[in-house]
């Protein structure tokens, strides 16, 4: 099944590499052909896998925090709350700051929602869910206040919140990789723990997990992903939700199985669904990639819903 | 019997001269209503700002009782709220004779049933359009004179633009991230072609999402970035990594001059083919 994930990720990179706006021989290129490859396409695909492995890996991570399957950055308020942030730097004309604002607005939401669900350290999920819930609300209800307030600019914030990877650089690739390596090295040695941390509390202590350092990390970790992927990329939604369970529906059950397989299957249902956004128009037209990740993976999780409804409570 | 015969002769020309001028009166009186409606328009609220200095030059800038917030060109005025939310309460309590708006998706039939006044939709792609539409504005207002020496005006200005010794390829964007440009339909489409240039994007569109890829194969010779409200504080072109590669010319201008269909595009249209020449004597 590794290996499946594995294949899966490199003919999504082939494929996307291969195929986009403009028509490339990779075996016999021109200058600009050249320069379309290096400068443009393979930074994009890279950012795109990137993107989608950190939003699947998130996605994993807020449902151990929370012990909710329906939990990811979504619903714990993180996703809105970084584009909260970006939404603020475009309103102000500060364009190259908006990575800096998404995480800043990320991290002051994870810092909130921190603060309201925790009782003397100790993070309780369920008023976490519902503190993320009314967190993303109210960063909501804010965007549509400055889209209120832009008037004529509405149709930048309108378009930027759509989600994209247009500009993918080098640097963003580094920046956006080295950040998932930190949060992948940091909850390695804790597989067994996070496997541990589907019982119930009491049993989890029992065993010798720190239960709630354990979640502060997993949760600080999770919102530092989602933070720069929506700096990077914009919202795009369904990544984190529907990759874990697709994957868990795959028998990749356990933690030390389903984190790497989440990096895999997030990297290649990302690069897959960009690539279809950028070539499915005609004339170098581009869909917003959001647009294609919800629709498929909407379906998609709908036909699993209503095949297998009985092994996705896999939390139960 | 002679007699009563003459009378009644008399008397039915008489009735017959009668129903002629009546007749006349009531022809005169129809083309008196029928050429009031010109000058009828007494309060007007506009809901697309480039036409206000439109109706400063037609001399009707004192009827016009309502602008959008983004509208600063009549000052002292009640604004009405933006251009895709306009107030209703607040223009119903102008007693608006005329609307003008944009466009049909910017004030759709069910706003328009809610507002008693007549509607007139200005949203012209070329600079053809704009000087029927002035003659349109013109022709409604009672003002046909004033408008015929705009239009005469805006064309004279076209006038002071050089043919190029080529036509240089252009593409115009209008965000940077994610990358929209102009296409077909946009009013920038008719002043680089003016200008004596040409869009290289001929999607049938106002605005396109585009590929950064299609820019590179496309190599314009200018590739101008307006910098406004739709697109705040861009980083350069020049300065993107992705754009490394490209020999064009970067061009920086003001959206509200370039962006807007209203008289300010003939001026754009002349300042561009000041630049492409400019470019070409480097």
Not at chain 1, 146 to 151: A, E, P, T
Not at chain 1, 214 to 222: G, S, V, W
Not at chain 2, 206 to 222: C, G, N
Request: glycine share 8%; net charge positive.
């Amino acid at each position: 099944m590794r290996l499946i994930l594995l294949a899966a990720l490199a003919a999504a990179f082939v494929a996307a590499i291969s195929a986009g706006a403009v028509k490339i021989d990779l075996f016999n290129m021109s200058e600009i052909e050249r320069n379309i490859l290096f400068d443009v396409r393979l930074p994009r695909v890279v950012l795109a896998g990137l993107v989608g492995a950190a939003l699947a890996m998130s996605g994993v991570l807020f449902q151990y925090v929370m012990k909710n399957p329906l939990a990811d950055s979504f619903t714990t308020g993180v996703s809105a709350s970084s584009a909260m942030g970006a939404v603020i730097a475009i309103m102000l004309g500060l364009m190259p700051y908006i990575p800096l604002f998404a995480l800043a607005g990320g991290l002051a939401g994870l810092y909130l929602v921190y603060r309201i669900a925790s009782d003397r350290g100790r993070i309780q999920p369920i008023t976490m869910l519902l503190a993320g819930i009314v967190l993303s609300t109210f960063a909501s209800a804010t965007i549509s206040f400055m889209k209120f307030l832009s008037d004529d600019a509405v149709s930048s914030i309108i378009f930027w919140l759509m989600g994209g990877f247009q500009a993918a650089t080098v640097s963003k690739d580094l920046i956006l990789f080295g950040v998932i390596c930190l949060s992948f090295l940091v909850i390695r040695g804790d597989y067994l723990k996070l496997d541990i941390l589907c019982f119930d509390d009491t049993t989890a202590s029992s065993t010798g997990v720190d239960v709630h350092g354990l979640r502060k990390k997993l949760f600080f970790a999770a919102a530092l992903l989602t933070s720069f992927s929506v700096g990077y990329a914009g919202i795009i939604g369904f990544v984190g939700l529907i990759i874990p369970h697709i994957l868990r529906l795959g028998n990749f059950v356990k933690a030390s199985y389903l984190l790497p397989a989440s990096l895999t299957g997030g990297a290649a249902f990302m690069i897959a669904t960009d690539l279809i956004a950028r070539t499915i128009l005609q004339q170098g037209q581009e869909l917003p990639v959001g647009v294609i990740t919800s629709s498929i993976g909407g379906v998609f999780f709908l036909y699993l819903l209503i095949k297998r409804r009985k092994e996705l409570f896999y939390f139960n | 019997m002679i007699q009563k015969t003459e009378n009644r002769i008399k008397k039915t020309g008489r009735v017959k001269f009668g129903h002629s001028l009546i007749k006349i009166l009531f022809q005169g009186l129809l083309l008196c209503l029928m050429a009031l409606p010109a000058s009828a328009y007494e309060k007007i609220i506009v809901l697309y700002p480039a036409v206000s200095p439109m109706l400063i030059e037609l001399g009707v800038s004192d009827r016009v009782v309502g602008t959008t917030r983004s509208d600063h060109a009549i000052k002292d005025i009640v604004q009405v709220g933006s251009h895709l939310r306009p107030n209703i309460e607040l223009m119903n309590a102008l007693d608006p004779d005329l609307i003008i708006a944009g466009s049909r998706r910017a004030f759709p039939v069910n706003m328009k049933e809610r507002v008693k006044a007549d509607i007139f939709y200005y949203d012209p792609a070329t600079l053809d359009e704009i000087l029927v539409k002035i003659k349109k504005i013109g022709a409604m207002l009672g003002r046909e004179d004033k408008a015929e020496a705009l239009v005469a005006r805006l064309k004279s200005r076209l006038s002071e633009i050089t043919p190029l010794p080529h036509q240089p390829s252009v593409i115009y964007e209008v965000m940077a991230e994610p990358l929209r440009v102009a296409g077909n339909r946009s009013i920038v489409t008719s002043i680089v072609s003016a200008a004596g240039g040409k869009n290289l994007v001929s999607i049938d569109k106002k605005h396109a999402v585009i590929s950064t890829e299609k820019v590179l194969k496309l190599e314009p010779d200018f590739y101008i970035y307006q910098v406004g409200p739709m697109n705040k504080n861009p980083e350069p072109p020049g300065e993107r990594p992705f754009y490394r590669s490209l020999k064009s010319k970067y061009i920086r201008i003001n959206e509200l001059e370039f962006a807007r269909p209203g008289i300010n595009a003939f001026d754009a249209a002349v300042k561009l083919n000041r630049i492409f020449l400019g470019a070409g004597d480097e």
